[in-house]
């Protein structure tokens, strides 16, 4: 465990010595910040309402460009070789990239406590939405996460990882959308693949296993992809 | 200490290692040689345990690589090809992360880090980003990272290319002075380096194994004939003739040299030196002799005629 603390720390440190960590926390800020402060002030709505429908979509495309470079880089540099001849394991690899972007994106997450805090002092909140929306976002950006560095570990070119990784979030956030053009059974299906369906359940307040359930397994299933594609050993 | 067994390794339909089997015994330096594509960095691939071989077994002081992996892992050090490291790291945490991945004791970590700072020369770097660096300080990062652990083992692919003659000399000592406690592989197509830092060679070309001996051994087995130049003053058709119906060694060639006279090239059976012979040969035939000398065959000679 320690090898993959490590493994994750270098990828944090890497990602705050770049500007990467810096545009993404700024940026995201500003868009929340934007749409909260305009309800709050011009609307006179305390309310997080937007915030929680917008990170998801904000998130879709941010997630895929902050792990776009995760494996794919390391492929095109060669640095791949050398990590995977270290005395570890490919899953501590994984874990390791897969938990420095976790740390990001709740970082994130995190820092719109300011305006939980903000609401929760004008008013009165519903704070088992409020709670269950946090905890659908998070759960939500480690999902979005592990579905990036999947796609970054399919080929050394980040651009192709990014399309990827938008393509197969944004497909799976739009499955419970489709439903009314499809038989009942199906539509069933696709509603409980989808990810926004389960989101907007966590929204109401209601914590549901089913809920938190799916969200990990998507993490999972992704993780483990991205370890069968370590196992190849791709040039 | 290493023992690879009638390895393997597939590429899809295409075969890079065929059956390829060596032992490496421990505190040898040993010199892999051989054209680009040959096999030699799959090869290590396979040692390093970062491919699985696909026919045959390497045993890493006695344990398996696809078994035991980790532990094998632990007592080699790995320099790929072209070096690469993270290169937005500066050069003192890239020594730590490596320090720390190689599962170095945190209290060993700052002295093991100061010695391989002294022993690859890195003192003037160390707060550099590793992408500011020349190529010759990212292979002594590099060489430092596969250090850090003290591992037995050191595999290192092509270690020297691309650097220039004085970098060169410095790896190349480096390597020697490594190589009388450690067991070293190290690939490379530079022949010089191979005669000067290595205790055997390996020739492989088109993944199958052409040659393993000393690089003394080599040279005897392969070219089994003796070669000697001979310079001699005008009087060519006379020495043509006479060399012919001497008849003691071939005429290989023959050619102007700058200075007025003309080098020939013999090549005889090395049973006896016929240098003395050919001396006493000018001198009855009133040649003038400029130069008489015997040509080794060199390493060079004997990979072009087991690679080409």
Redesign the interface.
Known sequence: MKETWTLARRELNAAFDSPTAYVVLFVFLLITGWFFGNGLFLEHVASLRTVFSLAPIIFMFFVPAITMASFAEERRGGTLELLLTLPVRDWQVILGKLLAVTILLWTAIGLTAVYALTIAGLGNPDNGAVTGGYLGLMLLSLAYGAIGMFSSSLTRNQIVAFVIGFALIFTLFMLDKITAFLPGAIGGLLEYLSIDFHYQNLLRGVIDSRDILYYLSVTLVACLLTAYNLARRPE | MIEVQQLTKRYGAEIAVDKISFNVKKGEVLGFLGPNGAGKTTTM?VV????PPSGGQVLVDGMNVTQEA??V??R?G?L???T??????ITY?YLV?AA????VPSEKQSRRIAEMTEVCGLGDVLAKRIDTLSKGYRQRVGLA?ALIHDPPILILDEPTSGLDPNQIVEIRHLITALGREKTVILSTHILSEVEASCDRVLIINNGTLVADGTPAELQAHFMGRQHIQLGIQGKEDDVLSTLESWGKAQLTGHQADHNGAILYDLSADPSDDLRPELFHLAVEKGWVLTELHGVQADLEDVFRSLTT
Request: with cysteine; net charge negative.
């Open positions: 691939k390093t345990c970062y491919l980790l532990a892992r632990e080699i790995y790929p090809e072209n690469p490291l993270y290169r937005e790291m945490d992360f720390e991945m190689r599962g990272q």
